[in-house]
Protein backbone atom coordinates (compact mmCIF):
# COMPACT_ATOMS: atom_id res chain seq x y z
CA UNK A 1 0.00 0.00 0.00
CA UNK A 2 1.90 3.30 -1.51
CA UNK A 3 1.62 6.42 1.34
CA UNK A 4 3.21 9.24 1.35
CA UNK A 5 3.00 11.38 4.70
CA UNK A 6 3.22 15.30 4.73
CA UNK A 7 4.25 16.27 8.10
CA UNK A 8 5.88 20.08 9.35
CA UNK A 9 3.37 23.11 8.84
CA UNK A 10 2.21 24.67 11.57
CA UNK A 11 1.21 28.29 11.73
CA UNK A 12 3.98 31.17 12.22
CA UNK A 13 5.05 34.47 11.91
CA UNK A 14 6.13 36.37 8.34
CA UNK A 15 9.39 35.99 7.74
CA UNK A 16 10.52 32.88 9.81
CA UNK A 17 11.51 29.16 8.01
CA UNK A 18 9.65 26.18 7.96
CA UNK A 19 10.99 22.67 6.85
CA UNK A 20 8.21 20.13 5.30
CA UNK A 21 8.48 16.03 5.14
CA UNK A 22 6.98 13.79 3.31
CA UNK A 23 8.07 10.46 4.29
CA UNK A 24 6.65 7.01 1.69
CA UNK A 25 6.19 3.97 2.54
CA UNK A 26 4.63 1.48 -0.23
CA UNK A 27 7.28 3.12 -2.66
CA UNK A 28 10.71 4.21 -3.10
CA UNK A 29 11.07 7.60 -3.29
CA UNK A 30 14.80 6.90 -5.36
CA UNK A 31 12.70 5.63 -8.23
CA UNK A 32 10.78 8.73 -8.83
CA UNK A 33 10.65 12.51 -9.61
CA UNK A 34 8.71 14.43 -6.11
CA UNK A 35 6.66 17.32 -6.53
CA UNK A 36 5.38 19.52 -3.54
CA UNK A 37 2.01 21.42 -4.52
CA UNK A 38 0.17 23.96 -2.57
CA UNK A 39 -3.61 25.34 -2.56
CA UNK A 40 -5.01 28.14 -0.93
CA UNK A 41 -8.84 28.49 -0.44
CA UNK A 42 -10.30 29.78 -3.68
CA UNK A 43 -7.56 29.43 -5.46
CA UNK A 44 -6.14 26.45 -7.89
CA UNK A 45 -3.51 24.33 -7.00
CA UNK A 46 0.44 25.33 -7.77
CA UNK A 47 2.98 24.23 -8.54
CA UNK A 48 6.07 25.22 -5.65
CA UNK A 49 9.18 22.11 -6.40
CA UNK A 50 10.04 19.22 -7.74
CA UNK A 51 12.67 17.04 -7.87
CA UNK A 52 13.92 14.46 -10.52
CA UNK A 53 14.60 10.74 -9.79
CA UNK A 54 17.33 10.48 -11.87
CA UNK A 55 20.49 12.79 -11.75
CA UNK A 56 18.84 14.80 -9.71
CA UNK A 57 17.51 18.27 -10.68
CA UNK A 58 15.36 20.77 -9.58
CA UNK A 59 12.62 22.59 -10.06
CA UNK A 60 10.54 25.65 -8.34
CA UNK A 61 8.08 27.62 -9.15
CA UNK A 62 8.45 31.25 -9.90
CA UNK A 63 6.36 32.42 -6.41
CA UNK A 64 8.71 30.64 -4.44
CA UNK A 65 12.57 31.09 -6.23
CA UNK A 66 15.26 32.01 -3.79
CA UNK A 67 13.28 31.16 -1.15
CA UNK A 68 12.60 27.31 -1.04
CA UNK A 69 15.12 23.75 -1.47
CA UNK A 70 13.55 20.98 -2.12
CA UNK A 71 15.75 18.04 -1.41
CA UNK A 72 15.26 14.17 -0.33
CA UNK A 73 17.10 11.69 1.94
CA UNK A 74 16.87 8.19 0.22
CA UNK A 75 18.15 6.36 3.39
CA UNK A 76 15.15 7.55 4.76
CA UNK A 77 12.73 7.43 2.02
CA UNK A 78 11.79 11.18 2.54
CA UNK A 79 11.58 14.56 0.48
CA UNK A 80 11.90 18.33 1.99
CA UNK A 81 11.09 21.67 1.16
CA UNK A 82 12.85 23.85 3.36
CA UNK A 83 10.94 27.14 3.45
CA UNK A 84 12.03 30.78 4.36
CA UNK A 85 11.38 34.23 4.41
CA UNK A 86 7.71 33.25 4.64
CA UNK A 87 5.01 35.04 3.77
CA UNK A 88 1.20 35.68 4.13
CA UNK A 89 0.38 34.56 0.98
CA UNK A 90 2.65 31.30 1.70
CA UNK A 91 -0.47 30.23 3.40
CA UNK A 92 -1.69 26.78 1.66
CA UNK A 93 -2.23 23.36 2.54
CA UNK A 94 1.11 22.17 0.91
CA UNK A 95 0.86 18.52 -0.68
CA UNK A 96 3.59 16.09 -1.53
CA UNK A 97 3.17 14.22 -4.70
CA UNK A 98 4.62 11.12 -6.73
CA UNK A 99 5.24 10.17 -10.18
CA UNK A 100 7.96 8.08 -12.70
CA UNK A 101 9.36 10.10 -15.31
CA UNK A 102 9.96 13.80 -15.21
CA UNK A 103 9.38 16.11 -13.06
CA UNK A 104 5.94 17.93 -14.41
CA UNK A 105 3.81 21.18 -13.39
CA UNK A 106 0.71 19.64 -13.27
CA UNK A 107 -0.31 18.03 -10.43
CA UNK A 108 -2.92 15.68 -12.89
CA UNK A 109 0.44 13.96 -13.99
CA UNK A 110 0.66 12.41 -10.43
CA UNK A 111 0.00 9.18 -9.46
CA UNK A 112 0.30 9.68 -5.76
CA UNK A 113 -0.61 11.96 -3.45
CA UNK A 114 -0.02 13.04 0.35
CA UNK A 115 -2.91 14.28 2.71
CA UNK A 116 -1.75 17.87 2.99
CA UNK A 117 -0.23 19.83 5.65
CA UNK A 118 -1.26 23.43 6.64
CA UNK A 119 1.31 26.30 6.58
CA UNK A 120 -0.16 29.33 8.19
CA UNK A 121 1.58 32.02 7.87
CA UNK A 122 0.27 35.71 10.33
CA UNK A 123 1.49 39.10 9.55
Known amino acids: QVQLVDSGGGLVQAGVSLRLSCTAS????????MGWFRQAPGKEREFVAGISWGEPSTYYGDSVKGRCTISRDNAKNTVYLQMSSLKPEDTAIYYC????????????????WGQGTQVTVSS
Open 97 to 112: AARRGYVLVSGSEYDY
Open 26 to 33: GLTIAHYS
